[in-house]
């Protein structure tokens, strides 16, 4: 069976795992010790997903990585070198895996959406623009699974994300983050919000903001204190 072009486990190797599981209850677990573990099922639950993700973790990123060495090979024409990517341990809620490929600027990112669909941009230069996370290597990063900007953090400032510790997006990643989203889907993101780049300035302190509109995509700024409902960060795991 295939889901999302993933082949996914045949209905005995979930029989196996199943037995291996009731092979890990003690023979001597009392009736009291099982009522406890019933009344703490949530923590067991999470903990089982912890040590499933450790264990088969290599293999679901393998199957990220060879998406993201195609994204690269057909859309930059690279052929991309992750033999030795770190990759952060992944966070529930945070299904989208980001490669950004060394030596990729916010000018070069931009150029190549501008090859794809429409575009406009407050200023020539964006690689005048500074992020928390540069590219003098190959990094990954964790992002939610949204085409709209994260609601968790919307009336949020770039100074709110720092002041909370919100790990937030960088204009670079946006710009990738779109580039593959298009590629996978043919749509865009944020149509209806704006993507709060709270990992990069501009000099002089300025935030961008990335968003949809009008048919092309538009990388704009604001301050460190503007804050809206429709302004909001992307936070990352990194």
Known sequence: MKKS???LATLGQ???IISVLIQAIPSTLTKEAAQK??????RLIKELQRIFQEIAGATCHEEFLTEWARFYQEVFGITADFSDLGIPEKKEGFPWLLVMLKGLTANKLFDKCKEQFGTWRYTEDLNA?????TTEK?????LRDRVEADEENKNKSAKDCEKEGINGITLEERLLLELWYFWKTGKHLDIQNVTLCS???YPYGYVPGVG??????DVDYCST???HGDLRSRAAVS
């Open 37 to 42: 573990i019933i009344g703490n099922k949530g």
């Open 199 to 201: 990992g990069s300035r």
């Open 225 to 227: 204190d503007n804050a």
């Open 14 to 16: 979930i029989k196996d």
């Open 138 to 142: 190959t990094y990954a990063i964790w």
């Open 129 to 133: 623009i500074k992020s928390v996370r």
């Open 5 to 7: 072009g993933t082949v």
């Open 212 to 217: 949809w509109f009008d048919g092309r995509l």
